[in-house]
T-cell receptor, first 112, second 113 residues
Framework: DAKTTQPTSMDCAEGRAANLPCNHSTISGNEYVYWYRQIHSQGPQYIIHGLKNNETNEMASLIITEDRKSSTLILPHATLRDTAVYYCIVRGDGGSQGNLIFGKGTKLSVKP | DTEVTQTPKHLVMGMTNKKSLKCEQHMGHRAMYWYKQKAKKPPELMFVYSYEKLSINESVPSRFSPECPNSSLLNLHLHALQPEDSALYLC????????????FGDGTRLSIL
């Protein structure tokens, strides 16, 4: 079973920041938080991952709370092409511990 | 554009047919994965190959037979499938098993008549 809880759906206005929350209250000390997204009719796309510290790349920022029980993915300036299902996944590192177990994700709709 | 290439993009087959799905990556990754995704559901792991050897089989029926001929190629052989096997089949790869990002192809959409 997925170790995360995400809202089923969210809306965001084009050009505004999209903040997608994820709860992972049972996360272990050596488990990472990964974010993927899946645009309609495409395969999942890796976005970002982190362990303890906040992370930023060209696509998004990941904010992890100090107790690591929740995190937020931030898309700073959402566009219509960011409309997708966003998956927050907690996984270990290496072997079967690193399996990706997808939950239901959050369907983000970016509106003009 | 995806760095993992899957062919064909669409496949329609009867329950008695034999067909194969193909997946290719040239990123030097040594782990490759098959996932199954039913409509409006998340992807589910089927098989994992690590260094061309089968590492994980998530209790998949034997009518699905994976094969890893070399480090760049992954096949999924299909035989005597059922209508409920209709789904999107996704291939992914990563540098090593279970570590770091996985890169996904865009899948093969399979329909069983």
């Amino acid at each position: 079973d997925a170790k995360t809880t995400q809202p089923t759906s969210m809306d965001c206005a084009e050009g505004r920041a999209a903040n997608l929350p994820c709860n992972h209250s049972t996360i272990s000390g050596n488990e990472y938080v990964y974010w993927y997204r899946q645009i309609h009719s495409q395969g999942p796309q890796y976005i970002i991952h982190g362990l303890k510290n906040n992370e930023t790349n060209e696509m998004a920022s990941l904010i992890i709370t100090e107790d690591r029980k929740s995190s937020t993915l931030i898309l700073p300036h959402a566009t219509l092409r960011d409309t997708a299902v966003y998956y927050c996944i907690v996984r270990g590192d290496g072997g079967s511990q690193g399996n990706l177990i997808f939950g239901k994700g959050t369907k983000l709709s970016v509106k003009p | 554009d995806t760095e993992v290439t899957q062919t064909p993009k669409h496949l329609v087959m009867g329950m008695t047919n034999k067909k194969s799905l193909k997946c290719e990556q040239h990123m030097g990754h040594r782990a490759m994965y098959w996932y199954k995704q039913k409509a409006k559901k998340p992807p589910e792991l089927m098989f994992v190959y690590s260094y061309e050897k089968l590492s994980i089989n998530e209790s998949v029926p034997s009518r699905f037979s994976p094969e890893c001929p070399n480090s760049s190629l992954l096949n999924l052989h299909l035989h005597a499938l059922q209508p409920e096997d209709s789904a999107l089949y996704l291939c992914a790869s990563s540098q090593v098993q279970g570590s770091g990002p996985q890169h996904f192809g865009d899948g093969t959409r399979l329909s069983i008549l």
